[in-house]
């Protein structure tokens, strides 16, 4: 699966609490429903956390999303057939509509966004293909059993920096599953400040400089989008709109 796709779309529902059978339900029956779509290429349905931490303390149980792939830009009735059965129990839902511009790693063995290969330079604050705008970074990981206690205990800091972060739009955990299955989702003003914080704040530094030594990861995954669009209620995604800094 090294073809890029021709659309990712990440969907997010916030469930009500009385409706949280009802929704771990779907949890347990939907991957293999939305593997099956017509055009759908990989999925992926994730509960969420909060964004302040990792681990099972930060779970959402009121949230959750699925990733989807598409060999060809979906029509109406297909993206509806994603959320076929959330809309009788969400309370409200978002949409992101976006387009791979770098992957590295992998999840499930596999590269769900092929193998884009942005150019060597570009202006600050413009996206691979020119374009100023938002961009999506999605980070997945599945720890190491042994590992995964001085991982949890490594990132409070590089959490903290990320609250801080000027141009961060929106920020929540994913996961597989509450332990060991694990990533972030943040959505950031322009891809100057993405790589203002994932190059130039200490903390954040100092976590990648310890990954090859502390090989906290099994397998990982690495993936920046362009943002094409949101549709749906975008508190639902924990939006900041001014994608300031919150001290």
């Known amino acids: 699966m090294n073809a890029v796709p021709a659309l990712v779309t990440l969907h997010v529902w916030r469930v009500p609490r009385r409706a949280l059978g009802a929704a ?10 939305l593997r099956a779509l017509p055009g759908v290429r990989f999925a992926k349905l994730l509960g969420t956390g909060t964004g302040t931490g990792f681990g099972p303390a930060d779970a959402d149980l009121t949230r959750y999303a699925a990733l989807v792939t598409w060999a060809e830009v979906p029509g109406p009735a297909a993206v509806r057939a994603v959320d076929a059965g959330w809309a009788a129990v969400a309370a409200g839902s978002a949409r992101l509509d976006l387009t791979p511009r770098s992957s590295r790693g992998l999840w499930s063995g596999v590269a769900p966004f092929g193998t884009p290969e942005p150019p060597e330079s570009r202006p600050a604050g413009q996206d691979d293909t020119g374009e100023e705008g938002a ?5 997945r990981a599945r720890l190491r059993p042994t590992r995964a206690v001085t991982f949890w205990r490594a990132v409070p800091p590089v959490v903290a920096a990320l609250h801080r972060a000027p141009g961060l739009l929106a920020r929540f955990g994913i996961g597989e599953a509450p332990i060991g299955w ?3 989702v943040t959505v950031w003003r322009s891809p100057a400040d ?10 954040h530094r100092a976590v990648i400089a310890r990954t090859p030594t502390d090989r906290w990861y099994a397998e990982d995954l690495f993936a920046r989008f362009a943002v094409r669009g949101i ?11 001014e994608g300031r800094s919150q001290r």
Do not use: K, S
Request: charge should be positive.
């Open 231 to 241: 549709d749906g209620d975008r508190a639902v995604l924990g939006w900041r709109e």
């Open 135 to 139: 961009v999506l970074a999605l980070t």
């Open 194 to 203: 993405l790589a203002g914080f994932a190059y130039r704040t200490p903390q």
């Open 24 to 33: 771990l339900l779907r949890m347990a029956r939907e991957p293999r429903r």
């Open 182 to 184: 694990q990533g972030t």
